[in-house]
T-cell receptor, first 106, second 119 residues
Framework: EIVMTQSPATLSVSAGERATLSCRASQSINSKIAWYQQKPGQAPRLLIFGASTRATGIPARFSGNGSGTEFTLTISSLQSEDFAVYYC?????????FGQGTKLEI | EVQLAESGGGLVQPGGSLRLSCAASGFTFSTHAMSWVRQAPGKGLEWISGITADGVHTKNADAVKGRFTISRDNSRNTLFLQMDSLRAEDTAVYYCSKQLWGVGAIDFWGQGTLVTVSP
């Protein structure tokens, strides 16, 4: 089973600033990684798949990067609605494990 | 409009069983792989079970192996999760989820159904 490790657990930033979230896989996942945003009481929302492809309707301030085992999600200029919990997930093979999440707070 | 509507959650005693259903609409159900993901109260997301579009291949996470069974009925556009030998640690919101065609990422989630395992 591939283990996905996110860092940091909590990231405190201000609106308008840039935030960079990291995710490390325990082995190469062929860029088969997705990023999700989850707000309290809501289901997650797909942001990025294939390491760098934005999902439909996702603003350009969200970008994904990385290869091999190291990946990042960058939010270029934080808006108030971006404060949430973010998860990475690999889908290279079953099981499609998630990282433990990064809470982005003000 | 894509819709995934879970049902079947509720309160069950340890050792009991529940069967979750997920009614899908708004897309061609039979061409998409599907998954169940759960989230314990205040915790992160946990992938627990997946099934291919044709229902031939399935996989469970180690945490539920031998106790949970995923299945689908493409004629009724419905995904199922049979949960047996339930434990307190299975208490969670269970999400039905649709995978992007040809990609394992989840592009749509249901609103979830709460399963509580307690005496």
């Amino acid at each position: 089973e591939i283990v996905m490790t996110q860092s940091p657990a909590t990231l405190s930033v201000s609106a308008g600033e840039r935030a960079t979230l990291s995710c490390r896989a325990s082995q190469s996942i062929n860029s088969k990684i997705a990023w999700y945003q989850q707000k309290p009481g809501q289901a997650p929302r797909l942001l990025i798949f294939g390491a760098s492809t934005r999902a439909t309707g996702i603003p350009a301030r969200f970008s994904g990067n990385g290869s091999g085992t190291e990946f990042t999600l960058t939010i270029s200029s934080l808006q108030s609605e971006d404060f949430a919990v973010y998860y990475c997930q690999h889908y290279d093979n079953w099981p499609h494990t998630f990282g433990q999440g990064t809470k982005l707070e003000i | 409009e894509v819709q995934l509507a879970e049902s079947g959650g509720g309160l069950v005693q340890p050792g009991g069983s529940l069967r979750l259903s997920c009614a899908a609409s708004g897309f061609t159900f039979s061409t998409h792989a599907m998954s169940w993901v759960r989230q314990a109260p205040g915790k992160g997301l946990e992938w627990i079970s997946g099934i291919t579009a044709d229902g031939v291949h399935t996989k469970n996470a180690d945490a539920v192996k031998g106790r949970f069974t995923i299945s689908r009925d493409n004629s009724r556009n419905t995904l199922f999760l049979q949960m047996d030998s339930l434990r307190a640690e299975d208490t969670a919101v269970y999400y039905c989820s649709k995978q992007l065609w040809g990609v394992g990422a989840i592009d749509f989630w249901g609103q979830g159904t709460l399963v509580t395992v307690s005496p």
